[in-house]
Each structure stands twice: as structure tokens, then as C-alpha cells.
């Protein structure tokens, strides 16, 4: 014989046994596997009746022929139920025994004992009906089609016409057997070999089927978990809108006010210091809260940046000349270093690059030494790129803290420090430069002290003209148009203070009343009225051409919003704005924009 039936069927029952304890670890694996058990009971019963057969020569005629056959029907029927099972359908386990009742009952006649071709065609049929079964379970169903299925689907087809093939060939060719004996010739061996090779290859694809299932739903928790992620973080975000909407509103009514107080001469010097204290004060919650909805529009990623032509050199002389009275407060001095062969002028978000100065700024006040000398230099690198270098002579950040240097939250409680904030700052300034396509770097200073490097690729632009610095004019009448009563009230004593006479509007109809009742100079709108109410009313001025009364120009709008850095400077020229101030309104940036737009010959 060219083929060791015993040797392959020994074989073929010890791997189809490992393949049935496989599934059945499977079964009772934590995960819900329930398919598991038909399929690994079915390679079981296979292992078994591989056996039987191996050792046809030692066992009764009963157990080789009739009891042997049985088992391996059991197997296609346990092993079509499982495909039900794997594809959440109803088990029928009532069709389970027909095969091998059919079998048992046929194998009672005696010309069935004695007809070797009748039983292996009899066996190849029900068994066939079992493979042709379970192949049309798992090729039937509207749900994807993975390659393990479909490689399943296609050895079950081609199991099935090879017991079909069997049937035919054992029928015609089938050599004399004792009763209750399978034929013992090499092509039987062969057609058995085949087809425990094909019950391997079938279980493996169950496998890989299993595999697929537990990756797709991997894959589902990921996405369920990315898409509560990102729900969770367009909550916060709108919490955090509306949390910044809800804090500013009193904030820039005590922000103001506390202003107003620090720069009323009536007053002692030791009250108008409180007042500044508690400007301070106000100034730090705003700075807070700004870093909250930063971040929170960053996560979002609705950040958005708004290059423009600035003019260099002013720009830089404006974030120190806006640092130097908290510098003072410590007893310290900042120096402006700029190179000869800087550019005039650059294309770059001026709001956010001040915010990312004037934040290393206010580090370096606080972080350093007292009656310290801080420098900012401004010097030109390779390319397009610009280093913004703030230096100090403070204590330093110790190696071990510097990998936190730019996380969120990271508050790294430097020696020497006054109180920290929420450790945003320098992850935002990050996070900022990043944005403008540049970096945000820390390095020791020699002989002590920080250097933190801001690398920016800032090209060169044409400088749009420099405006004079405005003299403050004599007096203005100003219309402020603002719904809520403290903003106004804040508003109108700060331009008081600087002579100016003030008209108050709560919304668009007395606005365009007190414009066409009396002379108006300049308008400063609140643009986040609601109802987009602030937008409404600078239509309609433009759309009245309400025109200034000492120059026959247009009246100057300047307007006041919390989402000035949100808005490019184009699209606020393109709807008539002359200027815009970030609310809460600080004192310092209000009136020389006032200034700037007052009309001409008002400072002689």
C-alpha cells in the first residue's frame, strides 16, 4: 500500500481531538463563546470516530462499520449547528440525529453489511447534506463578508463535492470487504485523508472568522469610545463658552470699575492702590479663564489663525511697554534687544503671537529674581524663521521638572514664585507656536536663569503705514453702545476721565436715534449683543452713511467683543469696523484707540 491508513487516521483523530479542546477553551473562555462548544464536540466526535476506524482491525465489525459512521455524522450535524450559533441564529438541534439514526437503521439489513459501495455512497450523502448545510449557513446573511467566511464557505463546498466525489468512485470501485469493514484501498485512504485535511482546514478558518469578529468589534468600542470622546469634548467646549461668557460679564464690570478707582485723582494714593490690586486681581481670572477656552477651543480644534502685515519693531516695543508696570511691581526692568538686520515687517497672527510673549513675559516677572533684569531679544535665523529669546536671572528649572515644562496643568512650584496659576500658560504658548508653525523651546542661561526660545517662521510683508502717536484729543462725543447697564456705566466714566462727553444706548433703536438727534464723533459698539443685535446695528449705521460732523467722514465703529482674535482683520474692515477692543475693556487699550480715531485737529 502506498498509503498507512492507520498511521493517517491515527493522525488525523489525535489532531482533530486538539482542534475539539481548542474550541472547547474557547467555549469557556470568559468572552461570551457560546458557538464555541457544537463546533469543538463536533471535531471531538470526529477525533472519535477517526479512531474507530484507525483501529478497524482490532475492534468488533459493530463498532468499525455502524457505530464509527454514526459518530462522524454526529460531526456534521453538531458542526452546522455551531455555524448557527457563530452567526446568532437558533440552533435546530433536532436535526442532530436523523444522519446517524438513518445510518444505525440502514447498517440493521444485511444487504447493507454486505455492500461496501451502498454504505460509503449512503455515508457520503448524509454527510454531504451536513457540509452543504453548514456551507449555505455561513454563505447566506446580509452582514459583511470576511475573507475567514468566505475561505470557510469555500472548503465546505469543496468538502462537499469531494464526499459527492467519494460516494461515486466507492459505488464503481470499491474492492470486496468482510461485513461490517470499510473498503481498505489506497483511494478510500486517499478520499478520507482529504477529507479530515479539509475539516482542519475548516476549523482554522472558524478561527480566524473568531479572530475577525473579536477585532471588528474592537474596532466598534473604538469608534463608540472616540465618538463619546469627542461629544464629551464638544460639551466642555460649549460648557466652557458658556462658563467664559457667563465669568466675563461681571469680570469686566469689576475689571473696569477697579480701573476707573486706580486712576481717579480724588482719591488717596493708598486707594487708588487697592484699586490697582484689585485690577490685578481681576486681570488674573481673565488670564485664567482665557487659558481655559484656549485650550478648550484647541482639543476642539477650532483654533484659528489670522496672519496679517505687522510692523516689527512697534509691536515688540507695545508687549514690553505692556509688561513693564507688572515688572515694576517686582522691582525689575525689561530691556528690549533688537538686531540691526531685523525685518520692517512680517506676516503673523499679532494676537496670538502677544499672547505668547507677553505670557514668557509674565513668567520671567514671576519665576525670576527680584529686582531683576529681563531681556527680550528679537534676532533673525535662517530662512524666514525669527528667534524670540526671553531671558532672566531667576533660579532656573531643574532637569527633573523640564519634561513637564509644557503639559497641561503642570505647575511646577518654583522656589521663589508668587502664585501659580492653572499651569496652562506655557502648554498654550506650546500649543500657540506650534499652530504658527514654530516651537516653543526652554535652555539653561549662563551664570543662571531661564531662556525660553520662541522659533517662528514669520515671512516678510510690505509694512503698512505707521500711524503718529495720536495725542489724546480734547473732548469726543462718543456714543457707547452697550445692553448691559454695568458695562456701560464702566465705559462711560472711563471716557469721562479722559474728557470725553458720553451718550448711552441699551440696543439698535436708541443707537440710531441718538445718531441722528445729535452730533456723534465715535461710536463703540458691543458686537456680542444678542441676537447678533451689535452687527445689526453697525449695518445700519454704515447703510445710513452716518457720516462724522467735523470731517464729513464716516463716523469711526469701534467694536468691543471677547472673540477679537476669533475674527480676521479683513473681515472686520469688510464690515465697517475701524478698530476693535478685546472685552473685558481694559483702560490702557481703549483710549488710544480712542485717540487714534479721533477726527483731525480735535489735539491741537
Known sequence: MLLDAFTVLICTSWLLAMLGLLFLALAIAPVDRRWATPWGLSFLLAAVGSLLLALRDSLAPFLNGPIAGAVLLCYGGMAWNGARLFLERTPNWWVLPIGPAVWLLLSLFPFFDHSAGVRLLTYSAISSAYVLATALELARGSDPFSHARRLAVVVLFLQFGLLILRGIVGLTSVEPTEPGRLPTSNTFTAFLLLANFSSIAIAFSIIAMARERTMEAEQRNLRAAAEAARTANETKSRFLARLSHELRT????????????????????????????????????????????????????????????????????????????????????????????????????????????????????????????????????????????????????????????????????????????????LSICQALARAMGGLLSYADRPGGGSLFHLDLPLPLAEAPG???????????????????????????????????????????????????????????????????????????????????????????????????????????????????????????????????????????
Not at 509674565?362 to 529674581?369: C, D, L, P, T, V
Not at 453697525?538 to 476669533?566: Q, W
Not at 476693535?580 to 490702557?588: F, G, L, N, S
Open 250 to 425: 461681571p469680570l469686566n464690570s469689576m475689571l473696569g470699575f477697579a480701573q476707573v478707582l486706580a486712576s481717579d485723582q480724588r482719591l488717596h494714593d493708598e486707594q487708588r492702590q487697592q484699586a490697582s490690586t484689585l485690577a490685578e486681581g481681576g486681570r488674573h481670572l481673565l488670564n485664567l479663564l482665557n487659558d481655559l477656552v484656549d485650550l478648550a477651543r484647541m482639543d476642539a480644534g477650532k483654533l484659528t489663525l489670522s496672519p496679517a502685515p505687522l510692523v516689527l519693531r512697534g509691536f515688540l516695543r507695545q508687549c514690553v511697554a505692556l509688561s513693564r508696570t507688572d515688572a515694576a511691581a517686582r522691582g525689575s526692568t525689561i530691556q528690549l534687544i533688537l538686531a540691526s538686520d531685523l525685518p520692517r515687517a512680517v506676516l503673523a497672527d499679532e494676537t496670538r503671537l502677544r499672547q505668547v510673549l507677553l505670557n514668557l513675559l509674565s513668567n520671567a516677572i514671576k519665576y525670576g529674581a527680584a529686582n531683576d533684569k529681563i531681556e527680550l531679544i528679537v534676532s533673525p535665523r535662517e530662512g524666514d524663521m525669527l528667534r524670540f529669546t526671553v531671558a532672566d536671572h531667576g533660579p532656573g528649572i531643574a532637569p527633573a521638572l523640564r519634561q513637564r515644562l509644557f503639559e497641561d496643568y503642570a505647575r511646577l512650584h518654583l522656589e521663589g514664585a508668587g502664585p501659580s496659576g492653572a499651569g496652562l500658560g
Open 466 to 604: 505707521e500711524a503718529e502717536e495720536p495725542e489724546q484729543p480734547a473732548s469726543l462725543k462718543i456714543l457707547v453702545v452697550e445692553d448691559l447697564r454695568p458695562n456701560r456705566r464702566v465705559l462711560r466714566l472711563m471716557l469721562e476721565q479722559a474728557g470725553h462727553a458720553v451718550t448711552e444706548a441699551a440696543e439698535m433703536s436708541a443707537a440710531l436715534t441718538s445718531i441722528a438727534g445729535q452730533t456723534i464723533d465715535l461710536v463703540l459698539l458691543d458686537l456680542d449683543a444678542p441676537g447678533g443685535e451689535g452687527l445689526g446695528t453697525l449695518k445700519a449705521i454704515r447703510d445710513r452713511n452716518v457720516l462724522g460732523p467735523r470731517n464729513g467722514k464716516p463716523v469711526p465703529v469701534i467694536g468691543m467683543t471677547r472673540h477679537a482674535s476669533a475674527i480676521p482683520q479683513q473681515t472686520l474692515r469688510e464690515r465697517g469696523l475701524s478698530a476693535v477692543v478685546h472685552k473685558p475693556v481694559e483702560r490702557d487699550a481703549l483710549l488710544p484707540l480712542v485717540a487714534a480715531h479721533a477726527p483731525p485737529g480735535l489735539g491741537e
